[in-house]
């Protein structure tokens, strides 16, 4: 079974700099999708951030990006030029690519970000 | 609206009572879910759905039921309520096997 670790319970970063999370899985596969999701205190799930496994560029959206090691089962999360509105909890996911398998994501037990101003 | 929306967004019970969440989306996805969070778990498959009458247990299956009449709804239902099932309930949906899923903005349900 996949499982995804996310070493670090909190962190913080102060406004306008920059903070990576950390996130590692297992799995025997060779394809599936990665994700990062974001929740406020709204308590609303939001993807920040997806990665293909089959794809060695590493995503980016806007201010987000991510450092995707497939090799060493890595998928970090850099956030740059950090705001006040970033403070949430973070959680890394995984989902399978093969039909029987990618019905379900696998989450990490996330990150609380503070922002500091 | 369009979007995946959730009812009630709080809920207390009591003991060994009935309760039902409900999901309701408006995109006619095809594959829906119900995750549960809890502290120092994340979030956590209860049961999903790849299509209207066709259901199949995730992760934490036990003491819930759903059912998919619709494409649109997936109702949630604990038969008996346990303490053990305070939780923050969110669900789900998919348009279909290669793309992101959406979430609902949970039921924070309390038993008491």
């Known amino acids: 079974a996949q499982t995804v670790t996310q070493s670090q319970p909190e962190m913080s970063v102060q406004e306008a700099e920059t903070v990576t999370l950390s996130c590692t899985y297992d799995t025997s596969e060779s394809d599936y999708y990665l994700f990062w999701y974001k929740q406020p205190p709204s308590r609303q799930m939001i993807l920040v951030i997806r990665?293909?496994?089959?794809?060695?560029q590493n995503a980016t959206e806007n201010r987000f990006s991510v450092n995707f090691q497939k090799a060493a089962k890595s998928f970090s999360l850099k956030i740059s030029d950090s705001q006040l509105g970033d403070a949430a909890m973070y959680f890394c996911a995984y989902r399978s690519w093969s039909q029987g398998g990618s019905e379900k994501l696998v989450f990490g037990k996330g990150t609380k970000l503070t922002v500091n101003p | 609206d369009a979007g995946i929306t959730q009812s009630p967004r709080y809920k207390i019970t009591e003991t060994g009572r009935q309760v039902t969440l409900m999901c309701h989306q408006t995109?006619?996805?095809?594959?829906m879910f119900w995750y549960r969070q809890d502290l120092g778990h994340g979030l956590r498959l209860i049961y999903y759905s790849a299509a209207a009458d066709i259901t199949d247990k995730g992760e934490v299956p036990d003491g819930y039921v759903v059912s998919r009449s619709k494409t649109e709804n997936f109702p949630l239902t604990l038969e008996s309520a346990t303490r053990s099932q305070t939780s923050v309930y969110f669900c789900?949906?998919?348009?279909?096997?290669?793309?992101?899923?959406?979430f609902g903005q949970g039921t924070r349900l309390t038993v008491v």
């Open positions: 995109w006619s996805h095809s594959y």
């Open positions: 789900a949906s998919r348009v279909g096997t290669n793309t992101e899923a959406f």
């Open positions: 990665q293909e496994a089959y794809k060695q």
